[in-house]
């Protein structure tokens, strides 16, 4: 039996959706155990070309079943379209697809109130989704959330009602509209007829499995430095994104978890505000251009910069990573030099990741180390050696530096598009 998490190096979009994917054939269950529907997992494969928010991304293989933990936070009517475009694609879920009762929805008021605390907050400003994931954990952790569950009993009727009473005098005080009960009540209510089907415990699914020695892949949302704890505060996300949020996210004790894939970018991008000490700022650039990517969720511009190994030690350390999937090699084809942050100094001192706080991070004097690159167009490499040297090495300088062997290499979108080592 094997339990593999996988999970993003970085500040998410790292091509964890690829990863899963491929890795998917080897395994009996995919789950998602954290984040929500800010989640935009990219897929491609022979059922097309998708992307993902809320259904695990190894759907695809057939054998899986995919779970929604409870950890998990879900817009309805994205997980209602995403089943749809699934079923229409041919992917097949009933009978294979379960959400947790135990996971949160989000609800109308927490989508505005995201919006406008966001606002609020000006140049502040996290650079949310929008999605309402903090205001849903939020309430999650202050005992005010609705879950699946609640509409079992009359839960959800009364609580929705205590809800709207609270949540709508902050709306209206911040200058949005008061919501309707009714209209609220009854579009949720038929949300749940339409997912009830799926909604299952998964207790005994999960430790049956467990028992019985199944392979698990838990598919972590985000990246490491979007973990509220560990993340670069506040400009993080609300769920706890490394591998022991599988086991409050899905009811895996942590100890069964046997190996973590960490997925790095070749690269470093980001979405929305906050630190990112190798970013490239010059937007006319020719890497800027090369590096440039459109996020999956909001369509907005990631934000790049080169690859900085002491973020991707830091992940290593914190998640307890035993192998790396490197994506997105091909993308670095055509540059004379590559530059490599392989430590920070801050006034004139070394330090590391976790001696400084978000506002600190970005305060950073990165040290860089210019690499050889190569001209070569990879994209059609699928073993190492296929690979330029300089390639090679660039890859085996981050096996040194993360002290753990990459696996996978990406050279490429689709799936089949991976060196295995
Ligand atoms: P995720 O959120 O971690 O699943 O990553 P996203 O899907 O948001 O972003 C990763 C992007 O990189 C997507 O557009 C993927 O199709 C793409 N991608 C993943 N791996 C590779 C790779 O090895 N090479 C190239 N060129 N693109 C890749
Ligand atoms: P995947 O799973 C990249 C970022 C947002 C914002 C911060 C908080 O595709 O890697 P939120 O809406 O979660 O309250 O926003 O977190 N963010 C992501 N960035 N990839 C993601 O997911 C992200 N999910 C949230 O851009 O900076
Ligand atoms: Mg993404």
């Known amino acids: 039996m094997a339990v593999t998490a996988v999970i ?8 964890k959706g690829k990863a899963v994917d491929f890795l998917a054939e080897r395994a009996d269950y995919v789950a998602r155990f954290n984040g929500g529907n800010n989640a935009g997992h990219t897929v491609i494969n022979e059922f097309g070309t998708f992307k993902i928010h809320l259904v695990p991304s190894g759907i695809f293989a057939r054998n899986t079943v995919g779970l929604i933990g409870g950890g998990v936070v879900i817009d309805p009517q994205v997980l209602i379209d995403e089943i749809e475009m699934l079923n229409k694609a041919g992917v097949g879920m009933d009978g294979r697809f379960w959400i947790s009762p135990r996971s949160h929805i989000i609800m109308p008021y927490h989508k ?22 903090g205001p849903v954990f939020a309430d999650k952790v202050s005992y005010n959330g609705i879950r699946w569950t609640d509409f079992a009993s009359d839960a959800f009727e009364n609580r929705l009602k205590v809800q709207l009473e609270l949540k709508n005098k902050i709306i209206v005080a ?74 409050a996210g899905l009811g895996i004790p942590s100890k069964y978890i046997t190996d973590i894939v960490g997925v790095t970018k070749a690269y470093t991008t980001r979405v929305g505000a906050g630190p990112l000490p190798t970013e490239i700022l010059d937007t006319k650039s020719a890497v800027y251009e090369q590096f440039g990517e459109v996020a999956a969720t909001t369509g907005r511009i990631r934000r790049v910069g080169w690859l900085d190994l002491e973020i991707v030690k830091t992940a290593v350390q914190l998640s307890g990573v035993t192998e790396l999937c490197l994506t997105k090699l091909d993308v670095l084809s055509g540059l004379d030099n590559l530059q490599v942050c392989v430590g920070y100094k801050l006034n004139g001192e070394p330090v590391r990741y976790a001696d400084v706080d978000a506002y600190g991070l970005d305060k ?40 753990v062997p990459v696996r996978w290499i990406g050279v490429g979108p689709e799936r089949e598009a991976t060196i295995r080592r």
């Open 112 to 133: 505005i109130l995201d919006g406008l605390y966001e606002e609020a907050k000006g140049a502040g400003a996290t650079g949310t989704t929008r999605r309402g994931i």
């Open 364 to 403: 950073v004097e990165t040290i860089y180390q210019a690499i050889p690159g190569w001209k070569e167009d990879i994209s059609k490499a699928r073993t190492f050696e296929d690979l330029p040297v300089n390639a090679q090495n660039y890859v085996k300088m981050i096996e040194e530096a993360a002290g």
């Open 174 to 247: 911040l200058g949005g509209e008061a919501l309707k009960y009714e209209s609220v009540r009854d579009e949720y209510r038929g949300y749940y007829i339409k997912l009830k089907p799926y909604i299952r415990e998964l207790f005994s699914i999960v430790q049956d499995g467990l028992k019985t020695g199944k392979n698990f892949l838990l598919e972590q949302a985000m990246g490491t430095f979007l973990d509220t704890d560990w993340g670069t505060y506040p400009f993080v996300t609300a769920s706890t994104t490394i591998p022991s949020a599988a086991s």
């Open 8 to 15: 993003g190096s970085q500040w998410g979009d790292e091509g």
